[in-house]
């Protein structure tokens, strides 16, 4: 029942900017946190950015700076802003959203995001 639809990744040049969106919908109680992760082939999935509700964003150490976590806890939307892109290895992004009350993740189906010239 519960759905998370990511949209927005791709292929960009290093330094430039994608934004990527997740809108979540199905039966939710309250959603306590909307996060981005990442996984590039052969590492673990990794934490990108997050932003509990009420409280402040959190962000991994290599994208602080340069990647931005705006939400909209009224619409379950979440987006992730990704500006000055480094070429790295290709990775999936996956949307990911926290019930505290069912201790519930779930998770959109991911989005491919590739820097390179």
């Known amino acids: 029942q519960v759905q998370l639809v990511e949209s927005g990744g791709g292929l960009v040049q290093p330094g430039g900017s994608l934004r990527l969106s997740c809108a979540a919908s199905?039966?939710?109680?309250?959603?306590?946190?909307m996060s981005w992760y990442r996984q590039a082939p052969g590492k673990e999935r990794e934490l990108v950015a997050s932003?509990?509700?009420?409280?402040?964003?959190n962000y991994a150490d290599s994208v602080k700076g340069r990647f931005t976590i705006p939400s909209d806890y009224a619409q379950n939307t979440v987006y992730l802003q990704m500006n000055s892109l480094k070429p790295e290895a290709p990775a999936v992004y996956y949307c990911n959203v926290h019930e505290d009350w069912s201790n519930r993740d779930y998770w959109g189906q991911g989005t491919q995001v590739t820097v390179s010239s």
């Open positions: 199905g039966i939710f109680f309250r959603i306590n946190a």
């Open positions: 932003i509990p509700s009420g409280d402040s964003t």
